[in-house]
């Protein structure tokens, strides 16, 4: 890998502010093979350019088989297994913004906090036998952050979509889920813990720390980090 | 002495105490630690999927599959057993040098008094299975979960401050948040809803009112539990600078474990706490016993208070055994008490005392490589 390795959104809104934003800084996307392909330039820069998913992206930005990537804060919090140390943000983007937030139904009038939680979750267990279930794609994120707030009568449901109607279905009490305004969680008669905002994501252009730097790539980097 | 020579050294050692050979269930459902002991042990979990979806998990160590296997035997009328063995255990790395898998040897006594003379000769046992292997001890690191249990119950402080207290001991955070968070005020018309004549049917027109679904499993019998709760908290006006005190002082405590009874009393006696009597003397019982067993502990073992906390299902005497050249999270032996795991596995159908312990030969290896 001594050429210098750029991965960008595949598709989406994401996609398209990069492309924006790539532009401003004076290095225009350049998609090979139309808005279908999976490969593309970009100008004054001796780079390849990957075009992948937002996971991928940050999963092997942390692996290092990526030198730099634009891809969401949330999903490198959550797949980095030492957490922040396991990535560089260089620049954040000023878009992609959403919260990680811990959201409980609106019901629990005795649970605003993650406090709250530990007690209603010591609790219900006593009751029911087994642990409340909390509902996330984001397993590591939210085992970090329960943990840092000594909550630890809960199980973790892994969900793959629609997180925020677990509730609703049975199949968990609480979630661990992204919310840009709230109004989801609040159709699905949610409300969010005082302190149950786990981190403010937004796009960021980052750089792996475990990627080897030849010279070649360095000075590649160097330009483009220069333009910010 | 190779691997298998120590597997072999540390087993007689076991069979010798009485022990029953017992090699029980590799895997088993990932509910089994993960509703015993939380989510935090599953980072060091083994998991995979069975082909119906259900999370399946290789034993994290022998404790629970032996553990498991006893309830079970105990359904039939309840009798004392010891078991051991020398068998496979499996986790996922904490450091690039631990290994997924490795041999635990160990013994396990379920059903028998809980004493301190009990917690003594198993703490002896696991040593001399140390010290036949040819590793001396470089430091014993010894808790007691049963102590700061009984300083809260001492501070005579109502219910629910004393149920917070003693789950904010085993958590990883401080107890100050879950204090601070229980004493907030709450709405107006919800309690209002707690003094109704039917305070569900009351808590439930609060909810039409608010235009609020009753979404998830908890009913509003449990949610007006909780709010009960919230407001003997608020009544009870939080924790009392002195009892705040004692326990901080209580969780400072790091000392030489021939110390470690005067210590505690100490403590206790500066803070009024007579109701922690019982427990000291057990405790003071226990330390005069392990030191006449095992002499060198007098040098080598030292009491900490908040030691074994997170260890999940463990409640009374801990104890872990360090050797040179090894990291303080790698322990060649270790071992507990842990009388409420039986109940705890069978739906409280059953219950039997359990304490055990174990030892390491891989990592006694990799000492006696280093010449120590």
Redesign the interface.
């Given at each position: 890998m001594s050429r210098l390795t750029i991965a960008i959104p595949s598709k989406g809104r994401l996609k398209e502010q990069t492309e924006a934003w790539l532009a401003s800084i004076g290095h225009p996307l350049r998609q090979i093979g139309g808005e279908r392909g999976y490969s593309a330039e970009i100008d004054g820069l001796d780079a390849e350019v990957r075009l992948l998913s937002a996971r991928e992206i940050a999963q092997g930005l942390i692996e290092g088989s990526l030198h730099f990537g634009v891809t969401g804060e949330d999903l490198l919090h959550d797949l980095a297994p030492d957490g922040p140390e396991d990535f560089r943000v260089l620049q954040r983007l000023g878009f992609g913004g959403a919260d990680v937030v811990v959201a409980?139904?609106?019901?629990?009038?005795?649970?605003?906090?993650?406090?709250?939680l530990?007690?209603?979750g010591?609790?219900?267990r006593k009751?029911?036998?087994?642990?409340?279930?909390v509902a996330t794609k984001y397993l590591r994120l939210t085992?970090r952050y329960?943990?840092?707030?000594?909550?630890?009568?809960?199980?973790?449901v892994e969900s793959a979509g629609a997180t925020e109607a677990a509730?609703?279905t049975?199949s968990?009490?609480?979630i661990v889920d992204i919310t840009t305004t709230g109004a989801t969680l609040k159709a699905?008669?949610?409300k969010v813990l005082r302190d149950g905002v786990i981190l403010q994501s937004e796009a960021a252009f980052t750089q792996s720390v475990r990627a080897s730097f030849t010279g070649e790539a360095r000075a590649v980097a160097d330009t483009l980090v220069g333009a910010f | 002495m190779n691997h298998d020579a120590l597997v072999a050294v540390a087993r007689a050692v076991f069979e010798a105490a009485g022990g029953t050979p017992i090699d029980p269930d590799y895997v088993l459902p990932a509910d089994i630690p993960l509703e015993l002991s939380g989510e935090a042990v599953r980072a060091r979990l083994c998991v995979f999927t069975d082909n119906r979806g259900a999370e399946m998990a290789m034993r994290p160590d022998l404790t629970l599959p032996v553990a498991q296997r006893e309830a079970a035997r105990l359904e039939a009328g309840p009798s004392a057993k010891t078991y051991t063995y020398a068998a496979r255990a499996f986790r996922l790395p904490a450091a690039p040098d631990d290994p997924f898998e490795f041999t635990q040897v160990g013994l396990e006594r379920f059903g028998y008094a809980a004493v301190p003379s009990a917690d003594a000769e198993l703490f002896a046992l696991v040593h001399r299975a140390v010290e036949a292997c040819g590793v001396s001890p470089k430091s014993i690191v010894t808790g007691d979960l049963a102590i700061f249990p009984a300083f809260i119950d001492a501070l005579d402080l109502p219910s629910v401050t004393t149920d917070l207290l003693k789950r904010a001991f085993r958590q990883e955070g401080g107890v100050r948040a879950v204090l601070d968070a229980a004493s907030r005020p709450l709405d107006t018309d919800v309690l209002a809803a707690l003094d109704a004549p039917d305070a569900e049917v009351a808590l439930g027109a609060v909810l039409t009112a608010r235009v609020v679904p009753l979404v998830g499993a908890r009913s509003l019998a449990e949610i007006i539990g909780g709010l009960r709760a919230r407001r003997a908290a608020i009544e009870a006006g939080g924790l009392p600078d002195a009892a705040r005190a004692a326990l901080l002082a209580l969780r400072e405590v790091d000392c030489p474990l021939t110390d470690a009874p005067a210590t505690l009393s100490a403590l206790a006696k500066t803070y009024g706490l007579t109701g922690a009597d019982a427990a000291l003397g057990a405790f003071a019982s226990r330390v005069e016993k392990i030191l006449a067993l095992v002499p060198g502990a007098r040098r080598t073992a030292e009491f900490r208070a908040g030691f074994g906390r997170r260890f999940t299902y463990y409640d009374g005497f801990v104890f872990e055994v360090l050797a040179e050249g090894l990291a303080p999270t790698q322990p060649v032996a270790a071992g507990g008490r842990y009388d409420g795991l039986i109940a705890g596995l069978s739906g409280a159908r059953v219950s039997a005392t359990g304490i055990g312990g174990v030892v390491r030969p891989d990592r006694m290896v990799r000492v006696r490589r280093t010449g120590a």
């Open positions: 409980v139904p609106q019901a629990w009038f005795d649970v605003d906090s993650m406090a709250d530990e007690a209603a010591a609790a219900f009751s029911h036998g087994r642990r409340l279930r085992r329960f943990a840092q707030k000594s909550v630890g009568e809960y199980r973790l509730p609703s049975g968990a009490d609480v699905n008669g949610l | -």
